[in-house]
């Protein structure tokens, strides 16, 4: 099994972080219930830590399902050199970051087919 590899590492974790490695290393072999159980772990406090950051429920939620997605599609890469959840937390963050990035690049967009608010026509 694929935990011995990074035994020492492991062993070095809290409980909690043993058990979300177990957790992923099932949802590796295709367990929906280990993906289900995790997303349930931490959805809420993604959720939040994103609230946080973007001041809009709504976004937070579409930002909180797309961090998910993007660490469940790329659970293979995680090597366990810190939790799982810290993992998690920056890929949330990256993503958040990345969001208010490209929300502050469009509003700094002008128009030049349009008349800009406080143009005198």
């Known amino acids: 099994m694929e935990i011995e590899e990074h035994n020492e590492t492991v062993n070095n974790f809290s ?8 957790l992923v290393l099932e949802a590796r072999a295709g367990n929906q219930k280990a993906f289900a159980e ?25 930002l909180t399902i797309e961090s998910f ?17 810290t993992w998690l937390f920056k890929i949330a963050s990256n993503n958040t970051i990345d969001y208010l990035r490209s ?13 800009s608010p406080t143009s005198d026509n």
């Not at 409980?15 to 177990?22: E, I, S």
């Not at 469940?72 to 799982?84: C, D, G, Q, R, V």
């Open 38 to 62: 995790l997303l349930a772990k931490y959805r809420d406090s993604v959720y939040y830590m994103i609230v946080k950051m973007v001041r809009n429920p709504d976004d937070a939620e579409d």
């Open 103 to 115: 929300n502050k690049m469009q509003k700094n967009n002008i128009s030049i087919d349009k008349p």
């Open 15 to 22: 409980d909690k972080a043993k058990a979300d490695y177990k």
């Open 69 to 85: 997605g993007k660490a469940f599609k790329n659970l293979k890469s995680y090597i366990p050199t810190n939790a799982f959840s």
